[in-house]
């Protein structure tokens, strides 16, 4: 199993920016995707989820201005994050969770949000 992110990059505050995740290895049309954050010295946070039907949930610090979504004939699933902030600064990661509840982790794209 495997998760590419990308996407990540330098963005000034206000700015946008949209991240991918590539899952190959495993059925990605039954998996709960979610999109963590790691700020420097915090704990990872999740920031956005959507599960095998399409729902979604964010945390409260980007709704309004985050958005995830799902390709299941691409296996990808997105964030686009506008209206971005300094601290949304941090390595972003990508999860997914199988009914099982076994669990995946891409390996991390880097944000950062600076004038």
């Known amino acids: 199993v495997q998760l590419q992110a990308s996407g990540g990059g330098l963005v000034q505050p206000g700015g946008s920016l949209g991240l991918s995740c590539a899952v190959s290895?495993?059925?990605?049309?039954?998996?709960?995707l979610g999109w963590y954050r790691q700020a420097p010295g915090k704990e990872r946070e999740l920031v956005a989820s959507?599960?095998?039907?399409?729902?979604?949930d964010y945390a409260d610090f980007v709704k309004g201005r985050f958005a995830i979504s799902r390709d299941n004939d691409k296996k990808t699933v997105y964030l686009q994050m506008n209206s971005l902030k300094p601290e949304d600064t941090a390595i972003y990661y990508c999860?997914?969770?199988?009914?099982?509840?076994?669990?995946?982790w891409g390996q991390g794209t880097q944000v950062t949000v600076s004038s």
């Open positions: 999860k997914a969770l199988m009914p099982s509840y076994a669990n995946y």
């Open positions: 290895g495993i059925n990605f049309s039954i998996l709960w």
């Open positions: 959507i599960t095998n039907s399409g729902g979604t």
